[in-house]
């Protein structure tokens, strides 16, 4: 039976254990990934408590971490979305995603529809990817994929 949270709390607990655990084994979220067989992108964000791991993915990455089988069902539970609390973000590495979407987000919202017409980009049909490249001018760029279904308003 699938099973949903009521709030973030449980979620954000095993959070804190799962990079605790990932840290002291020194694991990488690659591995742990590997490990459930799903892209690195899908186990980290489901690891840090924003998605539901099948059965089997949530047991090898539990094992991997030494998690105990409450862990394992916790994990495939459906979270209570959502990392970032109310207003401004104070990390550097998110606020900067704020600012980009601050400066960039009107754009975006007028290419989408330009291109698209009235609709949203989904954020549960989705992949999202991570790389790291060489600048030809010096140092490395990080070149983020957001890749989400289209799907269209429709009037009822």
Same mark, same amino acid.
């Given at each position: @039976?699938?099973?949903?949270?009521?709030?973030?709390? =449980?979620?954000?607990?095993?959070?804190? =254990?799962?990079?605790?655990? &990932?840290?002291? /084994?020194?694991?990488?979220?690659?591995?742990?990934?590997?490990?459930?067989?799903?892209?690195?992108?899908?186990?980290?964000?489901?690891?840090?408590?924003?998605? +539901?791991?099948?059965?089997?993915?949530? /047991?090898?990455? +539990?094992?991997?971490?030494?998690?105990?089988?409450?862990?394992?069902l916790?994990?495939?539970?459906?979270?209570t979305?959502?990392?970032?609390?109310?207003?401004?973000?104070?990390?550097?590495?998110?606020?900067?995603?704020?600012?980009?979407?601050?400066?960039?987000?009107t754009?975006? &919202?007028?290419?989408?529809?330009?291109?698209f017409?009235?609709?949203?980009?989904? =954020?549960?049909n989705?992949r999202?990817?991570?790389? &790291?490249?060489?600048?030809?001018?010096?140092?490395?760029?990080?070149v983020?994929?957001?890749?989400? &279904?289209?799907?269209? @308003?429709k009037?009822?």
């Open positions: @039976m699938t099973h949903a949270q009521f709030g973030p709390t =449980a979620r954000q607990d095993l959070a804190v =254990a799962v990079v605790a655990a &990932k840290t002291r /084994k020194d694991l990488s979220w690659q591995q742990l990934a590997d490990s459930a067989g799903l892209s690195v992108a899908f186990v980290t964000a489901a690891l840090l408590g924003q998605h +539901a791991l099948p059965q089997s993915a949530a /047991k090898a990455v +539990a094992e991997l971490l030494d998690l105990d089988g409450d862990a394992v916790l994990l495939q539970s459906i979270p979305r959502g990392s970032v609390p109310g207003g401004v973000p104070t990390d550097p590495t998110i606020y900067r995603f704020h600012e980009m979407l601050q400066v960039y987000g754009t975006l &919202k007028a290419l989408v529809h330009e291109q017409g009235d609709g949203i980009i989904s =954020a549960i989705f999202l990817d991570v790389r &790291k490249v060489a600048d030809p001018e010096g140092g490395h760029r990080a983020i994929t957001l890749d989400g &279904k289209y799907l269209p @308003m009037p009822f």
